[in-house]
């Protein structure tokens, strides 16, 4: 069995996942990192249980200009290099990004971006994020989400357990302090129609 990444359970903690009590049952190296049966809680979950990862955002989760070798280059989406929603590569191999980090215990995660591409190209997966986003567009990310998902037939949509990384609000900072309870409000509606869902 593979040793454990050091960095996987800041990720995770992070992102607001493990709750100290579940911690045991969702990286215990002494343990396999694949349930005996599909979770039916997140108390259940272990790392391995997870087969689907998807980022709703902006421009950071689009990863604009990661490869870029020039300024003119920097609108360029290289999605694959995303921290948050992007595959291209491997955590073993130098690209530490949070599916390549699930990508160690489950090859077969699914939904992450590779490569080069806009939020319509195949290689976009279900990494949504668009570049210049607000939380305005949050709800319409995810209800766009929630579409391609249920109409993807890898997808088991009622019992794969999926984790939606939502990176937003680098758009919002000049109007953030005069306008909280808008902004506040688009994100609760995001953020609740996806389990909703």
């Not at 990508?103 to 077969?108: G, Q, T, W, Y």
């Not at 984790?163 to 953030?176: K, P, Y």
Request: proline share 4%.
């Amino acid at each position: 069995m593979m040793g454990f990444p050091a960095d996987l359970l800041t990720t995770l903690i992070l992102v607001g996942l493990l709750t100290p009590s579940a911690c045991y049952n969702f990286c215990n190296s002494s343990r396999s990192y694949v349930s005996p049966q599909v979770p039916t809680n997140i108390r259940q979950l272990r790392v391995g249980d997870i087969k689907i990862v998807a980022g709703l955002g902006d421009s950071f989760t689009v990863a604009n200009g990661a490869r870029s070798t020039s300024f003119s280059r920097v609108h360029e989406e290289y999605r694959g290099d995303s921290f948050s929603a992007g595959g291209r590569g491997s955590y073993e191999y130098g690209s530490t990004t949070f599916p390549n980090i699930l990508k160690v215990f489950n090859r077969h995660l699914y939904g992450y971006a590779i490569g080069k591409g806009n939020v319509t190209s195949i290689n976009a997966r279900f990494n949504l994020a668009e570049a210049g986003a607000t939380f305005r567009h949050m709800p319409v990310q995810a209800r766009r989400l929630i579409y391609k998902m249920k109409n993807d037939p890898y997808i088991d949509f009622q019992n794969d357990w999926k984790i939606v990384n939502l990176f937003i609000g680098q758009h919002d900072q000049c109007v953030a302090c005069a306008n909280m309870v808008s902004i506040s409000n688009y994100l609760t509606v995001a953020l609740l129609y996806l389990p909703l869902e």
